[in-house]
């Protein structure tokens, strides 16, 4: 009976100290997927001290208006075009966030770029526009539109 115990316990032993090699390739790719995604999120916030800050202009919701943002943009808002994502009345003002990134660095410190196959493309910019009143988000009445007027910061072409 001894014997058959001792069997059985270092059958026991055996079976669960051996290792699975699929499940330790797959712990593996786990954890380099696990210190990839860390360590971009530790370059995603060391970029951020480096990005391009975001440009607030509060205007008044009585009547519409162009805002210009530093590097030409033209945004013309009809605060009656607009409604709160809750329904809420606007508060007294609007305020309009925009961000105009409009250079390869700008894009990179933002990590906005565009990529395609791997590779970085050449970009004519990306912009950001928000619009709150009192901290609620604002977005466009249905069948209404923004006009917004970009500035032309080069005469090259883009391909």
Do not use: H, W
């Not at 997927?33 to 990005?51: C, F, I, T």
């Not at 205007?59 to 945004?75: A, E, F, L, W």
């Not at 309009?96 to 493309?121: F, P, W």
């Amino acid at each position: 009976m001894t014997k058959i115990l001792t069997f059985f316990i270092s059958a026991c032993f055996l079976i669960f100290s051996c290792n699975d090699p699929k499940a330790t390739k797959e712990n593996a790719e786990l954890s380099n997927y696990s210190n990839n995604k860390a360590d971009l999120a530790k370059l995603s916030e060391a970029l951020k001290k480096y990005e391009e800050p975001s440009q607030i202009i509060r205007t008044s919701v009585d009547k519409p208006c162009v805002v210009t943002g530093r590097k030409g943009t033209k945004i013309s808002i009809n605060p009656n075009d607009l409604i709160t994502e809750s329904g809420k009345p606007f508060g007294q003002t609007i305020e309009v966030e925009i961000k105009e990134l409009t250079n390869q660095g700008e894009l990179l410190r933002t990590n906005a770029q565009t990529v395609s196959d791997g590779k970085l493309l050449v970009s004519g910019g990306a912009y950001f526009i928000g619009m709150t009143s009192n901290g609620e988000q604002l977005k466009l009445k249905e069948g209404k539109t923004l006009n917004v007027q970009f500035a032309k910061l080069s005469d090259k072409e883009i391909n």
